[in-house]
């Protein structure tokens, strides 16, 4: 028995949490938190002490006012990071203030992604951070049950142990899957006066069920993981004792001490502050025009897509598996005799956050200020909460167009060569930083390095919000060009010189409500001249209105929704030119460009004019010419020359072309660039897929990290292939032939009437310049698709995009007609709507061989990429998929018309018409409602009273929101000073 035993411990497939193709992480833009490298288990964490907010001070004179502690923790912060993290930490306690508390959840589930987090909180910083964090609960979770650890081994061995003793058998199914929440379990905070401590703090860990008992919640249904579909609730209810008995109390004790959920720790205390300031304080005017009313300007994280970018990647680890380990069991009931009969049983261990807007329930007070304790690394951060005007046309905008003011003439001296100027600008050579080697095009920000917040007050023209971000606008000391000045966004922020999206939407916007003639905003990235690693853009006035780059001739490329995209033509430099009206996405495809180019380091200067963006990629390894450094203005044609007249006269037309072509990347290069970029018909996938035209004119879509050697083995030869994930990435190996996989069109259009609903859907569209998108979900061969593309043309139904899945590459394939596209990933078709999917028997084949969750996830998958028109049709052989259908869609029916073999229609369609509401199939998450905190104020007093200023009240309430400004760090090492119980004075300021 002993021998057969040691079996039980064979490892057959998988390891735990492959969960993203590529780990989150601290980008330049701070735009995701580190999360776990896929393909390793997450282990318990050492205790780690994070910084937090521990205390706060009111000022009823200033209500704008805010002083916080910040305990330091066990991190060794410097003065720049120090700032940051500060920074990052009030933003939570304001995003606690605003966002309405029964909205202070997160929850990754499969089922429900619609669910994960409400809309203005996932656009916050603490939103996506939490997000991240129940990222983090799932692979913690999950890899404490894997059976191999000690709390795993010694939970299973409980489980059968259990199971063998209630039910005489361990051949049983255990569900491990939907298990834990956060949420609050206390806090306990001193008050005096105007101030605030939080003297302790606890998160607790609760299982699903227990959750839902909290919340009263009975109309929560939980997917159960049963064997085939079957559960028994004893012994689900077994499996839920002992995670209560042995996971839950490791998990817990995880949550409120490790190193893994520190940022969730800093969250809560954030919170904690915020939910004191709510109970205390009722009159103020942040708590009439702020408080509960989701105004997140300010606070929002710049990538509007964060939380869904997280969720697409947990979507895929979990189709993968949370994790996915079997192992090879044989049941503690078996004779060695009925092994050989019986076989090894193979047992499926698949195991599936926070809540914390109940933190009312834990939040308790301390009256003994004796009990108080020092500390010994923390600081006061002074802050002053800024109004942001959101309305782009006034205030803000007008305020700073009063910047051409001050801004004094330059003597900068100018004259025609050519089409181009040459420029002397009188002292440039004094210029305060020079150019320096910059190891990378994203180069992360230095806080001991020069910029701009180190600058003196005397340099800032002008500061303020200008939509929704903070703008400085600083004096430019030695100019080279008329009205230059520095444009620097979100300047606390430290952000490195990589320009995004969002800050193009805003130049577009300055341009083009600018009165001056002839102005314009340029950007360098680093390695192309950019001196200053701090985000900035350069503004000036070009004479006679237009660049030299302006006047330059274009060749249409590409036209994307309004948007064309134009190749400069017999301009010395090499770039393109992106123009259109509507900002936000001309904004959008250019950034996607300028990402492309980051990715692959290469340097780029930017300049954005009323018509359009221009984006020329630079040689970086040029560096000087005429004794200047080249840049964005010398590639608009303005040639800053710093020799002081001297061998000006040799500058012509002729050697300003001849330089120039040296600067921008060759002519050779930059057209692979741009066919390597604009080989798909869709901005966005360039970094994940290409595009491969066949001698036939249909396409096919393949992973970007395919060979050029495996596309052409499979264009020139005449096998089969299959797509392996290799170390090294995908590559393509030869295939067998499956024999089925040509199924005739008539028998497909039989069972599923495809050309009815094509029909329809071409009768009811208002515009045939929009086209309809047809999804053959595991479509062969393409036998299928072809005859439907030669039915469609026969019938005069025009614009219909035919697309083919399929997880094999069949060479039929290189004989398709244009119009069809063949694909192997169905993350292609993110962000499109289709309006018929349809499988023959692919579907059904996917769904009986997968467990319930992962045919689910499958299905979720096809629901996110169907049109709110559209329709899902497939032939179901047997009522199980029919099941499965409807646990995903609103509205299923099932077409049974059968009058022989395949005469008639049999099908089962679902769509998302008549949509109602859907049974809540939560996946554990975070639930930070403060009424579920067991909230005990020590030493409660009255409310705090404030003046309200009627006239500030009402010019407050239109602001969309408010943002930190932090203005003034100092070391705090007397906590009695703070809280107001001694007269000592304060300590002097180090920083500000």
């Not at 001490?257 to 969730?264: R, V």
């Not at 200020?369 to 002074?382: H, K, Q, V």
């Not at 430099?573 to 380091?601: C, W």
Request: aromatic share 10%; proline share 5%.
């Amino acid at each position: 028995m002993a021998r057969h035993l040691n079996i039980k411990r064979l490892i057959v497939a998988g390891l735990i949490f492959a969960f993203l193709g590529s780990p989150l992480h601290s980008s330049h833009a701070q735009e995701y938190l580190t999360l776990p490298v896929p393909g390793i288990m997450v282990n318990l964490s050492p205790a780690f002490n994070p910084p937090v907010l521990k205390g706060i001070k009111v000022y009823p004179d200033n209500p704008f006012r805010f002083d916080f502690i910040l305990d330091k923790g066990d991190s060794k912060l410097a003065n720049g990071q120090l700032k940051n993290e500060s920074s990052r930490l009030i933003k939570y306690f304001l995003a606690s203030l605003t966002v309405p508390e029964k909205d202070l959840w997160v929850n990754l589930s499969p089922y429900e992604k619609d669910r994960i987090v409400p809309e203005d909180f996932g656009q916050t910083q603490m939103g996506r951070d939490l997000l991240a964090e129940d990222y983090m609960l799932k692979q913690i979770t999950a890899s404490l049950i894997y059976p191999e650890n000690k709390i795993g081994k010694e939970f299973w061995d409980k489980v059968y142990a259990e199971a063998m003793k209630r039910y005489g058998t361990t051949n049983v199914p255990v569900n491990t899957f939907n298990k834990v929440w956060i949420v609050p379990e206390k806090a306990t905070v001193y008050e005096n006066k105007e101030s605030a401590f939080v003297v302790d703090s606890k998160l607790k860990v609760m299982l699903e069920q227990d959750y839902l008992a909290l919340e009263k919640n009975t109309s929560v249904h939980i997917f159960e993981n049963g064997a085939g579909g079957q559960s028994k609730s004893g012994i689900n209810a077994l499996g839920s004792q002992i995670i209560r008995q042995i996971v839950i109390p490791a998990l817990e004790k995880e949550v409120n001490e490790g190193q893994n959920f520190a940022q969730l720790r800093q969250v809560y205390n954030s919170l904690i502050l915020a939910t004191w300031f709510k109970h205390k304080i009722k009159d103020s005017i942040m708590s009439r025009a702020y408080v509960g009313r989701a105004k997140i300007a300010g606070i929002d994280v710049d990538d509007k897509q964060a939380d869904e970018k997280i969720y697409l990647r947990y979507l895929q680890a979990f189709k993968k598996g949370v994790f996915n380990y079997i192992r090879e069991d044989i049941p503690l009931d078996s004779q060695a005799s009925d092994i050989k009969k019986q076989g090894i049983f193979p047992r499926k261990y698949f195991s599936g956050g926070a809540d914390l807007d109940k933190i009312e329930k834990a939040y308790q007070g301390n009256s003994n200020a004796r009990s108080l304790p020092r500390l010994d690394n923390a600081m006061t951060i002074e802050v002053n909460a800024k109004a942001i005007d959101g309305d782009f046309e006034s205030g803000s905008y007008k305020s700073l167009l009063t910047v051409w003011d001050e801004v004094q003439p330059s003597n900068i001296k100018i004259e025609k060569r050519g089409r181009f100027y040459l420029v002397t600008a009188p002292g440039r050579k004094g210029r305060r930083q020079p150019a320096r080697p910059f190891e990378s095009v994203t180069t992360p920000f230095d806080p001991d390095a020069f910029n701009f917040n180190k600058i003196p007050s005397d340099e800032i023209l002008w500061e303020g919000m200008f939509q929704g971000k903070t703008l400085t606008v600083i004096k430019q000391l030695w100019p080279f060009a008329e009205k230059h000045v520095l444009f620097v966004l979100q300047r606390s922020q430290d952000r490195p010189q990589i320009i995004q999206e969002d800050d193009l939407k805003l130049a577009i916007g300055i341009v083009r409500n600018q009165p001056l003639k002839g102005f314009r905003l340029a950007f360098n990235s680093l390695k192309a001249g950019a001196s200053v690693n701090h985000f900035h853009m350069q503004g000036f006035v070009v004479p006679a209105g237009l660049s030299p780059l302006e006047n330059a001739k274009t060749t249409s490329l590409y036209l994307d929704d309004g948007i064309s995209v134009e190749r400069l033509d017999g301009y010395p430099a090499n770039g393109l030119f992106f123009q259109g009206e509507d900002a936000d996405k001309l904004s959008e495809i250019t950034g996607g460009f300028i990402r492309y180019l980051q990715r692959r380091e290469i340097a780029h200067s930017v300049s954005i004019t009323p018509k359009g963006i221009y984006v020329l990629p630079v040689n970086s390894n040029y560096v000087t010419t005429f004794g200047n450094t080249w840049s964005f203005y010398e590639l608009m044609g303005f040639i800053l020359h710093l020799n002081d007249g001297q061998d000006a006269n040799g500058i012509t037309e002729q050697t300003i072309s001849e330089e120039m072509k040296k600067v921008t990347i060759r002519e050779d290069e930059f057209s692979r660039l741009c066919h390597a970029y604009f080989s798909l018909a869709k901005f966005g996938l360039h970094l994940t897929f290409r595009q491969v035209v066949f001698a036939g004119g249909a396409k096919l879509i393949l992973p970007a990290n395919i060979s050029e050697a495996d596309v052409s083995a499979f264009e020139e030869g005449p096998n089969d292939y299959k797509i392996t994930i290799q170390s090294g990435g995908s590559q393509l190996q030869p295939a067998e032939h499956w024999g089925y996989n040509s199924t005739g069109f008539s028998l497909l259009n039989e069972r599923l009437k495809l050309l009815e609903s094509i029909q329809g859907f071409a009768k009811d569209r208002k515009d045939a310049k929009i086209p309809i998108d047809v999804l053959d979900w595991g479509c062969g061969d393409g036998t299928g698709l072809v005859a439907l593309k030669k039915e469609l043309g026969r019938l005069k139904i025009d614009n219909v995009e035919l697309i083919g899945f399929s997880d094999k590459l069949y060479s039929e394939w290189k004989e398709a007609p244009q119009g069809i596209t063949f694909i192997t990933d169905i993350k292609y078709l993110e962000g499109k709507k289709v309006r018929l999917i349809y499988s023959h028997l692919g579907i059904h084949h996917l769904l009986e061989k997968s467990p319930r969750e992962i045919s689910i996830v499958h299905l979720m998958q096809l629901r996110t990429i169907m049109d709110k028109k559209g329709i899902l049709r497939m032939f179901p052989p047997n009522n199980s998929p029919v099941e499965l259908l409807k646990a995903v869609f609103p509205s299923v029916r099932v077409i049974d018309e059968q009058d022989g073999d395949y005469e008639g229609a049999f099908y089962a369609e679902a769509s998302l018409a008549n949509k109602k509401d859907l049974a809540m199939v939560r996946n554990g998450g975070i639930d930070f409602d403060p009424n579920k905190m067991d909230l005990n104020i020590q030493n409660s007093s009255n409310g705090i009273k404030f003046n309200v200023d009627p006239a500030m009240l009402q010019r407050i309430q239109n602001a969309s929101g408010f943002t930190p400004v932090i203005v003034n760090i100092r070391p705090m090492t007397d906590l009695r000073i703070f809280l107001g119980l001694t007269d000592s004075s304060q300590n002097a300021p180090v920083s500000s």
